[in-house]
C-alpha cells in the first residue's frame, strides 16, 4: 500500500508542475485507484489465496490510439431487455446508441447500455456501459470480455462521445466466480485486438 501511496503523490506533484493534468497521468491514477481497490480487503472482489498475494492489476502500455472519438446514433425507442449474465440473474438494460469509430485503420462499432436500475439512481442517472469482446480474449485479456464505463454527454452536440479503452476493466467474475456478471452481447464483438486497458488476471 505504501508503494501505491507513493505513486499517487508523484502522479500529484508531476501535475502540479505542469499545472496541468496529462493524459498518461490521467490514465495512471485510473489504474492506481483499480489497484487501491483491490488491495483493499472490505472492497476487493479477489479470493482470500489471490488477495494475500496481490500486488498489482497488469495493464497495457498506455496508448492514446485506444481514445477515440465516436459518433453516437440514439436509440430511444430500443426494448428494455434482460441482460444475459454468468448466473441466473436477468439485470435490466436499454440501448442508448449505437457509436461508430475508426480504430487501427478498420471501422467499428459499439453499442451502448443503460442500466434501467441505476438510471433510477441519482448518482448514477447519467451512467452508461459498455460491455465488449475483442481478439485478445483468453490470450492478453479475460475470455469473458471487459467492460467500459462512460456517461451521457452533456454538451449540446451529444452526437459524439469519447470511448476510451485505456480504461477498460474485467468484470469481478474474472478474479472470483462467486459474482455475477453481465456477458457482452453477440452485436459488441470487435474483430481487432484491443491491446488497451487491464490484462488477463493471473491466478
Do not use: W
Not at 150 to 173: A, G, R, W
Amino acid at each position: 500500500m505504501k508503494s501505491h501511496i507513493l505513486i499517487l503523490l508523484a502522479l500529484l506533484a508531476a501535475s502540479c508542475t505542469n499545472n496541468k493534468k496529462s493524459y498518461t497521468d490521467e490514465i495512471k491514477m485510473f489504474q492506481y485507484k483499480l489497484n487501491t481497490e483491490f488491495s483493499n480487503k472490505e472492497e476487493s472482489p479477489l479470493t482470500e489465496k489471490d488477495f494475500n498475494s496481490f500486488k498489482s492489476l497488469e495493464f497495457f502500455t498506455i496508448d492514446k490510439n485506444y481514445r477515440v472519438k465516436a459518433t453516437i446514433t440514439l436509440t430511444p425507442k430500443s426494448p428494455i431487455f434482460e441482460m444475459q449474465t454468468t448466473t441466473d440473474r436477468l439485470p435490466l438494460y436499454k440501448k442508448y446508441g449505437i457509436a461508430k469509430f475508426e480504430l487501427n485503420g478498420e471501422k467499428l462499432e459499439l453499442s451502448i447500455f443503460q442500466n434501467q436500475d441505476l438510471k433510477l439512481n441519482f448518482e448514477y442517472k447519467n451512467y452508461l456501459f459498455i460491455p465488449f469482446n475483442d481478439a485478445t480474449n483468453g490470450k492478453l485479456s479475460y475470455s469473458g470480455g471487459r467492460y467500459i464505463d462512460l456517461e451521457i454527454p452533456q454538451k449540446k452536440d451529444n452526437n459524439t462521445i469519447i470511448i476510451d479503452f485505456n480504461k477498460s476493466y474485467n468484470p469481478y467474475c474474472a478474479y472470483n466466480n462467486k459474482f455475477s456478471c453481465p456477458v457482452p452481447p453477440s452485436e459488441n464483438i470487435l474483430p481487432i485486438e484491443i491491446n488497451a486497458g487491464i490484462k488477463l488476471f493471473k491466478h
